[in-house]
């Protein structure tokens, strides 16, 4: 099984460190990963995305016209990437930076509030952990196990207190991420 993913937003969302954590996930499940970030001039305001491929096969190449799975975060995000993803894929988005939610009738569309989420667990740096949490929901490329392995090595050790509450976010994502009928 391959999956294509791509997840875009501004910078400072931790759309780079979500595809990060998700490709190390891959990694700590024995699984072929690439990990491909591309971000604008401006590291917090700007546009950021990345593509991560996890995969049970060698992945021949991480440049990707089309996708399996798109996580987009914001409107110029939606307006992009919507267009790319394969018919019958998932398009998630967070209900606080898109404006206008996707049309597609022929891919299945989530929305996760994640956003309001992180609010209400005050500390808006799980944003991305809880919309990564509504991604393994509709998309198990990776358990929740690999997902905590991962973690402790991608965080810095300084930060490794914090890890039980992004895996609370993760759960919390899970329980939060609702299918559209559109």
């Not at 604008?40 to 016209?65: F, H, W």
């Not at 299945?108 to 005050?122: L, T």
Request: glycine share 10%; net charge neutral.
């Amino acid at each position: 099984m391959k999956t294509e993913i791509i997840i875009s937003g501004f910078g400072g969302q931790g759309v780079l460190s979500m595809g990060k954590i998700l490709a190390y996930s891959g990694l700590m499940e024995d699984k072929e990963v690439t990990w491909m970030p591309a971000y604008g001039p401006e590291q917090r305001g700007g546009t950021a995305n990345v593509t991560v491929i996890v995969s049970d096969t060698r992945v021949s190449s991480p440049i990707l016209s089309k996708y399996d799975v798109a996580i987009v975060l914001n409107q110029p995000s939606l307006d992009k990437f919507e267009p790319k993803i394969k018919e019958g894929g998932i398009l998630i988005y967070d209900g606080f930076g898109v404006m206008n939610p996707p049309t597609r009738k022929d891919i299945i569309v989530y929305r996760i509030d994640a956003m309001d989420k992180a609010a209400e667990m005050k500390n808006s740096k799980v944003f991305n952990m809880i919309v990564l949490g509504g991604l393994l929901k509709v998309c198990p490329v990776v358990s929740t196990e690999g997902l905590n392995k991962a973690l402790f090595k991608s965080l810095p050790e300084r930060h490794h207190s914090m890890i039980p509450l992004n895996m609370e976010a993760v759960e919390e994502g899970m329980k939060i991420i609702t299918e559209q009928h559109l």
